[in-house]
């Protein structure tokens, strides 16, 4: 987000008088485009016509958190040689006996290998990492010798063959799979890549996204709110849950609800990968957004989908830009990001796993399901018990941002305190 074009906030000249204003001349949309589908159906919609972003090669360096975009395979076993996991001394077991007195015949620090070997009765002082001598089978650890000028005394109870020795391969063979398509690199992923002196990985490209807030009842954080106005809260949450699935936020604009203004917003905003709109899809007067998108000829994929909250949203795409409308109220806007746009932004990316890491619950009251819809439920995960928290109603932001997990209840569902559930984690 830090190097987002932010064009927030320009405060538009508004409420100009009715005769000029094409905001109130647009005659209300008629419901009859697309009908209302379910959730799963939805989702199968969107991830069907979202493809992935063309691959490119990074350095280690800047690849965390991105998808890998092809398979990769060990070419060096790990350990790639015999070492020593202590600092002790290399022997050979079979004459290394507690009280046992061996010769010291040399030196094999880590990093470098002195080609030593050695015979029965005798030892190399040795360290952490360093390569193992030939002839010698296992290591006795500092703690358990006594160094007697050019002689060590064993005071181990039993050297067996193998003790901290650790065998070339034993945590990796050559042709081990070290990356799958799809899978996201993680800080150690990416230290298992530089164990094997990769400097760059083919990963899936970097999304990049437009947040665009439209309503004319909108305020700045900052701004004196004028009466009947509330503060923007979801421009900036949108931007981080983008910021959050991995995605570089290249734009951010508020539009007030003027039909010209938002058509020219919407078309620089296709110029991305894909547009997340806040508000302005539902049925009213002022809902501008599928007209505008007709107007820069965006198709509109679907529209109203069977879910709670979040009914009015909305699926399109204009040339490769794939454009998302999320309804204005924040549960609304938060929980559709989340079950809709993150899985397709994620598969854009790269990703196979799109979604959202899942808890097991028990719950702690009584809850029931919407007659027609899934209803998500948003609450707090605490000693696996799950709590719903705040009001749930689709404006409440409140519980929402105290909220750990979101319970998907089915249609009609009544689920008993002491139920198993299964919530999805949403921090
Ligand atoms: P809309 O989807 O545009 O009809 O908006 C539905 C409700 O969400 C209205 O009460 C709006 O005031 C509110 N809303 C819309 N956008 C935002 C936003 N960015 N931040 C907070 N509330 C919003
Ligand atoms: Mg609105």
């Not at 007195?101 to 005798?122: D, M, T, Y």
């Not at 002082?125 to 296992?138: C, H, Q």
């Not at 900036?236 to 609800?257: E, F, I, W």
Request: net charge neutral; proline share 5%; hydrophobic share 45%.
């Amino acid at each position: 987000m830090r190097n987002a074009d932010c064009e927030l906030w320009r405060r538009s000249p508004r409420r100009a008088p009715k005769s000029s204003n094409r905001r109130l001349t647009q005659a209300p949309l008629h419901h009859d485009c697309c009908v209302v589908i379910s959730e799963e159906e939805a989702r199968a919609k969107i991830l069907s016509a979202v493809a992935s972003l063309p691959a490119t090669e990074v350095s280690l360096a800047d690849a965390l958190d991105r998808f890998a975009a092809t398979e990769l395979f060990a070419t060096i076993p790990l350990p790639p040689f015999d070492n020593s996991a202590m600092d002790g001394y290399a022997v050979r077991a079979e004459s290394a006996g507690k009280n046992a007195r061996l010769k010291i015949i040399g030196e094999q620090p880590a990093g470098v290998s002195k080609n030593l070997s050695l015979l029965r009765g005798e030892a190399v002082r040795i360290f952490t990492g360093a390569p193992m001598p030939s002839g010698a089978d296992a290591v006795v650890m500092q703690e358990e010798t006594k160094h007697e000028d050019d002689l060590v005394l064993i005071e181990a109870e039993k050297i067996s063959v193998g003790d901290f020795v650790r065998k070339a391969g034993a945590d990796l063979a050559v042709g081990q799979q070290l990356l799958k398509r799809g899978d996201q690199l993680r800080p150690a992923s990416l230290g298992l890549l530089a164990s094997q002196g990769i400097e760059s990985v083919c990963v899936g490209a970097q999304a990049a996204v437009a947040i665009v807030t439209t309503g004319d009842e909108l305020a700045a954080p900052g701004q004196q709110p004028r009466a009947g106005e509330i503060f923007d809260s979801n421009g900036l949450m949108l931007a981080s849950l983008a910021a959050k699935t991995g995605v570089k936020v290249a734009m951010q604009r508020h539009c007030p609800d003027i039909f010209d203004t938002l058509c020219r917003t919407l078309l620089d905003a296709a110029q991305q990968d894909a547009v997340v709109i806040s508000g302005g899809v539902s049925v009213g007067e002022h809902d501008l957004v599928r007209k505008a998108l007709r107007e820069i000829s965006a198709e509109i994929d679907l529209w109203r989908v069977a879910v709670k909250p979040g009914k009015p949203f909305l699926f399109g795409k204009r040339d490769r830009c794939f454009i998302f409308g999320l309804p204005g109220n924040p549960v609304s806007a938060f929980v559709t990001f989340l079950i809709f746009v993150r899985p397709a932004l994620l598969q854009m990316m790269g990703a196979i796993d799109l979604g959202l890491a899942r808890a097991n619950a028990r719950l702690t009251h009584e809850i029931g399901g919407d007659e027609t819809r899934p209803h998500y439920f948003r609450g707090e995960l605490a000693d696996a018990a799950f709590t719903v928290i705040g009001r749930q109603e689709s404006h409440a932001i409140f519980g929402l941002a105290r909220a750990d997990a979101l319970l998907r209840v089915r249609p009609k569902a009544r689920l008993s305190a002491g139920s198993e559930v299964e919530v999805l984690l949403i921090h």
